[in-house]
């Protein structure tokens, strides 16, 4: 494989709801042997971990480089409803400050193709702005001849409803057929605090049996940047946007919750088969790759390298949970390479809250079902409490299933002042939204619960006769002539495209456009993320 220079392509590959449950991780029952080659070829991080246990509050950190609660997507299915419950504010997306952009957009404004296929799941819809593609076709293939990409690959079967019974699947997709089982379900390890029944260890089956998927899904990947002689000039990132779907993993701050794997393939510059204990958080994805790819980092970007010459240490990350669909909660976390200190906001709060698609997993029914029958056993009660400490501290090196809390032990006062100080730092510098109640949070976004929409683009000539005071849709000019694009709402993009097609292949504008000789027709989209998207404008100018 060749080594990277100059300005490296970059992929990710995304799984959801995966855990380090792989080979390369010391898995021995899973089958992954493409992810595992992946890693023999790169670095895998043992430390990696996402900034919330759920797929929109993390992937919204993912994708701006921003913490959830800083700008307002740290609660979970905000477009979504409930008939049960119409009392809470949605439906509504979710209004980050003006400032705030997508990495890919900064990316495209850098000379990047830019293409996800085909999740997104921001807490906001994925600005016109973000992605030169964004869809089920979306690939770097489609980029013109020699331009640098940054592509994403997200996978979905790892899902936590990937666990449920064919009849609970059928009621979001009627006409699923469940395939043979592979994984013989005796031999799965269910962690210390789930029900050990035929039951439980059927659901875990099935999720081995979709890495093993997610896998073959990796492969062929791999298999296209072989195809196309780019392997050795492209940065092969493989991560997940949160742990696995099962219960005190998926949507909780415990290493089940928010650990997860985290693979870099950089030919030439990461040494192979390296291991590396490097504190990482799934905020640093973004300013990370910017830098590699040659692009300043905003200052207001809160996450931080974490490879090449600008990688900055880190000492903690830290983990949120708040409303899940249609629950509130508000629990804050932070963990060093030994010691997870969690907060809880709500300890009167029993763990079981109602979240009802949670409840269709096979194990919690399980859990449920030995809870009201009297069978429950040792550290199987732990989610079951009425009620939670109001702060927890875990040694994770000797206790990596966060079973025994050291909060009130003396022994370990002073790590538990440290990494309470630790927190509530970063509460005063990134919880921004925390404390405010959602209904006072979408009145700010949503005036009057109507969601805001960009200002229409403006068309303003410049030439040697025409100094750009004036807007105007339409003109003719005998002189070399640009056209500058403009939005009246603050920290507007604009999108542009001069094809006439029904779907055409839009530009991001980075600067005012110079017109060829003949006719050009100009047809613009203003876009903030978290707004409605401008209408259409359309402009035709003529240079003679």
Known sequence: MSHITGRPNILWITLEDTSPRMGCYGDALSRTPNI??????????????????????????VITGMYPTSIGT??????????????????????????????????????????????????????????????????????????????????????????????????????????????????????????????????????????????????????????????????VILWSDHGEGLPRAKRWTYDSGICVPLIVRYPGKVEEGQVSEQMVSMIDLGPTV????????????QGQPFMGQHAEPRDYVFATRDRYDEAYDKVRAVRDKRFKYIRNDYPQLPYLQWIPFSHLHPIWQELWRLKLAGELADDQHVLMQNGRPPEELYDCMNDPYELRNLADDPSFREDLLRLRKALGDWCGKY??????????????????????????????????????????????????????????????????????????????????????????????????IGYKDSEEATSSFVVE
């Open 36 to 61: 595992d080659k992946l890693a023999g070829e790169g670095m895998l991080y043992r430390n990696a971990f996402a900034t919330a246990g759920v797929c929109a509050p993390s992937r919204s950190s």
């Open 74 to 235: 740290h609660h979970m299915r905000t477009e979504h409803t409930n008939p049960y419950t119409p009392e809470l504010p949605s439906h509504y997306f979710a209004v980050p400050p003006a400032h705030v952009k997508t990495i890919p957009e900064m990316m495209r404004a850098n000379g990047y193709y830019c293409t996800n296929n085909w999740k997104t799941d921001y807490q906001f819809a994925a600005p016109l702005t973000a992605w030169d593609e964004n869809g089920k076709e979306a690939h770097w293939r489609n980029r013109e001849s020699g331009q640098p990409f940054f592509a994403v690959f997200n996978y979905d079967h790892t899902h936590e409803s990937g666990m449920w019974p064919a009849e609970y699947k059928r009621r979001f997709h009627p006409n699923y057929e469940e395939p043979p089982l592979v994984t013989d379900p005796d031999q799965v390890k269910l962690p210390p605090y789930l029900p050990n029944t035929q039951k439980s260890r059927l659901a875990l089956a099935r999720h081995y049996d979709n890495l093993a998927r997610a896998d073959e899904f990796v492969g062929r990947i791999l298999q296209q940047l072989d195809e196309d002689d780019l392997s050795g000039n492209t940065l």
């Open 290 to 301: 910017l830098t590699l790819a040659g692009i300043p980092v905003p200052r207001h970007i």
């Open 431 to 528: 919880d921004t939204w925390g404390d405010i109640p959602e209904e006072q949070m979408v009145a700010r976004m949503w005036p009057n619960g109507v969601q805001p929409q960009t200002a229409n683009p403006l068309f303003i000539p410049i030439n040697s006769r025409l100094p750009g005071e004036d807007a105007v849709n339409t003109g003719t000019f005998d002189k070399p002539t640009a056209i500058m694009l403009h939005s009246a709402t603050q920290g507007a993009s604009i999108n542009y495209t001069t094809d006439e097609d029904l779907n055409p292949r839009w530009k991001l504008y980075t600067g005012p456009i110079e017109l060829t000789e003949g006719k050009t027709v100009i047809r613009a989209k203003a876009v903030r």
